[in-house]
């Protein structure tokens, strides 16, 4: 008959299976529970659902072959607190990075510091800005302000400069050397130009002259003054000036014609008389001028004749139209007769 079980027994036991499971003991090659036990003895009280017990000889052996196994993986396994220290050197402890590293208090501080400092700079600019508004010219206006002021190159256009000058000086000196140089004497006149019979031989020569240097370009349905220079701009240099003293009788020719090689016009000004009273010169006309004889299509061109107020020059101002670019040309026929 199987004795009852003994804690004391039990505790035996125990003792014997971890000397058997520690290394380096010699275990028996089977266990064998005291007194002929069976391995299924109950150790306790405690029972399984199935009525079993909850510890016996055989879990008791296998839980503690368990446990020797696990702490033999533990020791392969396990960190020793030299090795952890060692792997923990190159990490930072929470307070070592808050000082090393900015923390997120520090960063929004920072974004408000500049976020203020952008405001405040922000502010200065615009009101830089509404005074520099406020005290700036704008384009508009100082356009509108240079309107009536003359730019150099206008200027040299619309005013003598001393360069137009002096050729001109040198073109009146240089006239009044050659007529100078080829003045005729009263017997050589009367020997070579004047016929014996009929001509005055004792008063002054007054023939008629031609002055034959107006010229000009323009664009259909543009206006070109015609001077001597074709700059279009008459300065007294450049034009027929009328004569001092006197009237002077004038017949005046224009001609236009087109590049499209078709259109032409030519205008004729008759019975003209000019005077240069010393304060303005003026211009009258007798009768009708000559219509406009045209070669090409019908279209509205027109010549105007005129004085010019300051230069008193014989102003003549051609306009073409149709097609093409217009060359003019004009010639003045006259002759100044003393009072």
């Known amino acids: ?18 000397l058997f499971m520690m290394p380096g003991v010699q275990a028996a090659p089977q ?8 391995l299924d003895t109950p150790l306790g009280p405690d029972r399984n659902a199935d009525g079993s017990a909850a510890v016996s000889f055989r879990t008791m052996g296998r839980d ?22 060692s792997a923990l050197t190159p990490y930072l402890t929470g307070n070592s990075a808050d000082t090393r590293y900015a923390t997120p208090s520090s960063v929004t501080a920072a974004v408000k510091v500049e976020t203020d400092r952008a405001t405040n700079a922000e502010q200065s600019q615009a009101k830089d800005l509404a005074h520099l508004r406020d005290a700036a010219v704008t384009g508009e206006a ?25 050729a001109a000086v040198k073109a009146e000196t240089d006239r009044a050397t050659s007529a100078e140089q080829t003045k005729l004497d009263k017997a050589d006149a009367a020997a070579t130009y004047l016929p014996l019979g009929g001509g005055d ?59 499209n090689g078709t259109d032409a016009v030519l205008q004729t000004f008759s019975g003209l008389a000019a005077r240069n009273s010393g304060s303005a010169a003026t211009l009258a006309r007798a009768g009708n001028d000559t219509t406009y004889p ?39 026929r006259y002759e100044t007769l003393v009072p």
């Open 1 to 18: 008959m199987t004795k009852p079980y003994s804690p004391w027994g039990a505790r035996l036991l125990v003792t014997g299976l971890l």
């Open 294 to 332: 045209a070669f090409g299509s019908s279209q509205a061109w027109s010549v105007v004749l005129g004085v010019d107020a300051p230069t008193r020059c014989v102003s003549l101002t051609g306009k073409g139209a149709g097609t093409g670019s217009w060359k003019w040309r004009a010639s003045i």
């Open 142 to 166: 100082l356009t509108a302000s240079l309107a009536p002021y003359l730019t150099g190159t206008s200027a040299d256009a619309r005013y003598a400069t001393p360069a137009s000058v002096a």
């Open 31 to 38: 266990f064998v529970p005291p007194n002929g036990l069976p």
């Open 201 to 259: 031989t004792t008063g002054p020569v007054n023939g008629l002259s031609v002055y034959r240097n107006l010229f000009g370009s323009s664009v259909s349905g543009a206006s070109v003054t015609l001077t001597s220079d074709n700059t279009g701009v008459l300065n007294g240099a450049n034009c027929f000036v009328v004569p001092t003293g006197g009237v002077t009788r004038m017949d005046v020719t224009v001609v236009g014609i087109s590049s």
């Open 64 to 85: 503690i072959a368990k446990n020797a196994t696990d702490l033999t993986n533990l020791r392969e396994t396990a960190v020793t607190k030299e090795a952890l220290a």
